[in-house]
């Protein structure tokens, strides 16, 4: 079946997330040693790390909501830290604005130029990405995120949700990711076709299904899909 939409992947996909989210809680601890000193000092990076873990473990019904997880992290240690809870709102959006100051991937900007030319393109993501901040949001038609969804990938309701929004039935939508569980065998549950993005050179897993396509990364795709023909 021809291709006639991408669903795509974020985090690890268009850019690193862990060098993005190391940086955002280094920035956020800074901010908290002179806001919230006595919070810094008893939550440092590790410390507040394992605090979020926590808290999710106790309140499962977050796993898909990064935002409230952090949130909550934040107003639980300063509440026993005797400091300002009010103050976790602050701390929220200076984590968010860092977690949106991303670097991609040599590449990428230009990929997604010539794929967005043939296709409309759809950002479907377990993180809390924001397009707009980011500057790229001019080349999606739209973003699902698990938070707003209310499950995460590799659930087969949130690829239908896209191809509901596109007005596509699952085959004629290509999904791309750097994960083969949470991405490709996600995908491949719910119908669509799928599309590994494999910077590591990394050999397949061994599962049932291969994906449709093997890729070192997105401008490697964008010549790929050049080759099939035009929906």
């Known amino acids: 079946m021809t291709i006639r939409a ?5 985090d690890d996909t268009l850019w690193p997330i862990w060098p993005t989210i190391d940086r955002a809680e280094r920035v956020l601890h800074d901010w908290l040693s002179e806001r919230a000193p006595r919070t810094a ?11 979020r873990d926590v808290l999710v ?10 935002i409230a997880q952090r949130r909550l ?9 005797g400091e300002d809870v009010a103050l976790a709102e602050a701390a929220l ?24 030319a ?4 759809a950002a479907l ?11 790229i949001h001019q080349h999606f038609v739209f973003q699902i995120g698990a938070r707003e969804h209310g499950v995460a990938k590799p ?28 991405d490709v065998l996600g995908a491949h549950r719910a119908g669509l076709r799928s599309a590994w993005i494999n910077r590591e050179a990394q050999a397949w897993p061994p599962h049932p299904i291969d994906p449709d396509f093997i890729v070192r990364d997105l401008d490697e795709l964008a010549l790929r899909l050049e080759r099939e023909p035009t929906p």
């Open 6 to 10: 991408i669903t795509l992947d974020l």
């Open 41 to 51: 000092q008893r939550f440092p990076v590790a410390a507040m790390r394992a605090l």
């Open 57 to 66: 473990s106790e309140r499962p019904g977050i796993g898909h909501d990064f």
């Open 73 to 81: 992290t934040l107003e639980s240690a300063l509440q026993s830290s």
């Open 93 to 116: 959006e200076i984590f968010t604005e860092q977690r949106n100051t991303v670097d991609l991937y040599p590449g990428v900007l230009a990929a997604l130029e010539r794929l967005a």
């Open 118 to 121: 043939r296709f409309p393109i």
């Open 125 to 135: 993501t377990n993180g809390t990405a924001d397009l707009a901040r980011i500057g």
């Open 155 to 182: 659930h087969a309701s949130i690829f239908l949700s896209a191809c509901r929004h596109l007005g596509l039935a699952p085959g004629e939508v290509l999904h791309v990711g750097d994960d083969p569980e949470l």
